[in-house]
C-alpha cells in the first residue's frame, strides 16, 4: 500500500508581506533623511555681520529641492570646524557671505572643502559665494581659479546659452536690474566647465563651475543695500543658484 500526502508548510506569505512592508517603509524613511539637505551658513568673524539676517528672512521664503530650506550656521573655519560641516550628513550647500576681511583657511580646511566639491551629487557639495572682488578672490585662493572681478552696469541679461528650459533658472526675468555696486567675474576668465547664466558685456553676475562632481557658484550680490521692493529678482536668482544641479 503505497500513500501519498501533501507536506503542509507554515503560512509565510503574511509575514515575509509584513517583513517586505518594514523594509520599505525604513528604506523611504532613509531615503527622505538622505534627500533633506541643509544649507550650512558661515557667520565667524571675517562675514560682515548684518548679511547673516538679511539672507536666513530671503531663505525663509525659499525652497532647496523642493523642500524648505534649513539653515544652519557656523562661527569658524578652523580645519576642526570646517571639516564638521562638509562631513555633516545633512550638509547640501556651504554659503560663504561677503566677507569683512580675507578669511584665513588652513591648507587641512580648504582641501576638506574641495573634496566635498568633488564628491557632490545633484543635491549636494555646492559651494556659493556671494558678494564682490573679494569674495571671488577668496574662490580663486580656495579652489585655484584665476577669475578676475569687475564692475559692471545693469541690467543683467538671462543667457539663454545655458539656461535650459529644465533648468532652475528657466522661469526667471529675461532681465534682472543692478542693485548696489556690483562686481561680477569676467567671463573670459573663468574655467572652460562654467556657465554664466546672467551676465552683461562679458561680466557674469551669477555662475557656476563644474568641479569634479560638485559645483563652485558665485552671485554678484551682497543683499546688504537692498531695499524689500528691489530684492525679488536677486533672491529669486539666489534661489536657482541654490537649486542648480
Not at 90 to 95: F, I, N, Q, R, Y
Not at 162 to 188: C, H, Q, R, W
Request: hydrophobic residues 40%.
Amino acid at each position: 500500500c503505497v500513500w501519498f500526502f501533501t507536506p503542509s508548510y507554515p503560512p509565510l506569505t503574511r509575514q515575509s508581506s509584513a517583513q517586505e512592508e518594514e523594509e520599505e517603509e525604513e528604506e523611504e524613511e532613509q531615503q527622505t533623511e538622505a534627500a533633506e539637505e541643509s544649507v550650512y551658513l558661515y557667520v565667524g568673524r571675517d562675514a560682515k555681520p548684518a548679511f547673516q539676517y538679511k539672507i536666513e528672512d530671503i531663505l525663509s521664503k525659499q525652497e532647496l529641492h523642493g523642500e524648505p530650506v534649513q539653515v544652519k550656521t557656523f562661527r569658524s573655519i578652523a580645519k576642526e570646524a570646517m571639516r564638521a560641516v562638509v562631513w555633516a550628513p545633512d550638509c547640501g550647500l556651504v554659503l560663504f557671505p561677503p566677507f569683512y576681511s580675507y578669511p584665513d583657511f588652513s591648507p587641512e580646511a580648504a582641501r576638506d572643502v574641495r573634496n566635498f566639491v568633488r564628491g557632490g551629487s545633484n543635491v549636494s557639495g555646492t559651494v556659493l559665494f556671494v558678494g564682490g572682488g573679494l569674495e571671488i578672490s577668496v574662490m580663486n585662493k580656495l579652489f585655484d581659479f584665476n577669475v578676475h572681478s569687475e564692475y559692471v552696469a545693469g541690467p543683467y541679461y538671462k543667457n539663454e546659452r545655458y539656461v535650459k528650459p529644465d533648468s532652475s533658472f528657466a522661469t526667471l526675468p529675461d532681465l534682472i536690474p543692478e542693485v548696489g555696486n556690483v562686481y561680477g567675474m569676467v567671463v573670459s576668465t573663468l574655467p572652460p566647465n562654467s556657465r554664466s547664466f546672467y551676465d552683461s558685456f562679458g561680466v557674469s553676475v551669477a555662475a557656476c563651475v563644474r568641479y569634479d562632481l560638485g559645483r563652485v557658484c558665485f552671485l554678484a550680490q551682497d543683499f546688504l543695500d537692498v531695499l524689500k521692493d528691489e530684492v525679488a529678482p536677486w533672491s529669486q536668482l539666489l534661489q536657482a543658484l541654490l537649486n542648480y544641479e
